[in-house]
């Protein structure tokens, strides 16, 4: 499944922004849809998770309580919704999606998902 990920862009400290994640014109048929970001120098970060099955959402530490997750009934768009930004969000943010049902365990590691969107870049600035 081809995956679009859009909704990047400048915003201050504390600001907000929401990210999109598309399956590119169809519905997304795969358990789990994932966010991760990355910085320059740094390997891939996980960020978030969505699991279709059971509706559950899953986060790093360093974003709980800041960033949720939501989808459109038609199965077609995930959402990424980041409050209280801070400039250490700063990164390139991508979607990434997986057939396989994941253990809670193996929801933040990189090598699982098999569809990677394009990255979106986040700046946190003032």
Same mark, same amino acid.
């Given at each position: 499944?081809?995956?679009?990920?859009?909704?990047?862009?400048?915003?201050?400290?504390?600001?907000?922004?929401?990210?999109?994640?598309?399956?590119?014109?169809?519905?997304?048929?795969?358990?789990?849809?994932?966010?991760?970001?990355?910085?320059?120098?740094?390997?891939?970060?996980?960020?978030?998770?969505?699991?279709?099955?059971?509706?559950?959402?899953?986060?790093?530490?360093?974003? +709980?309580?800041?960033? *949720?997750?939501?989808?459109?009934? &038609?199965? %077609? $768009?995930?959402? #990424?919704?980041?409050? !209280? @930004? +801070?400039?250490?969000? *700063?990164?390139?943010?991508?979607? &990434?999606? %997986? $057939?396989?049902? #994941?253990?809670?365990? !193996? @929801?933040?590691?990189?090598?699982?998902?098999?569809?990677?969107?394009?990255? %979106?870049?986040?700046?946190?600035?003032?």
């Amino acid at each position: 499944v081809q995956l679009q990920a859009s909704g990047g862009g400048l915003v201050q400290p504390g600001g907000s922004l929401r990210l999109s994640c598309a399956a590119a014109g169809r519905t997304f048929n795969t358990d789990t849809v994932a966010w991760f970001r990355q910085t320059p120098g740094k390997e891939r970060e996980f960020v978030a998770a969505y699991r279709w099955s059971g509706n559950s959402q899953h986060f790093a530490d360093s974003v +709980k309580g800041r960033f *949720t997750i939501s989808r459109d009934s &038609a199965r %077609t $768009t995930v959402y #990424l919704q980041m409050n !209280s @930004l +801070k400039p250490e969000d *700063t990164a390139v943010y991508y979607c &990434a999606d %997986t $057939t396989k049902r #994941l253990i809670v365990s !193996s @929801l933040s590691s990189s090598r699982y998902y098999d569809y990677w969107g394009q990255g %979106t870049l986040v700046t946190v600035s003032s």
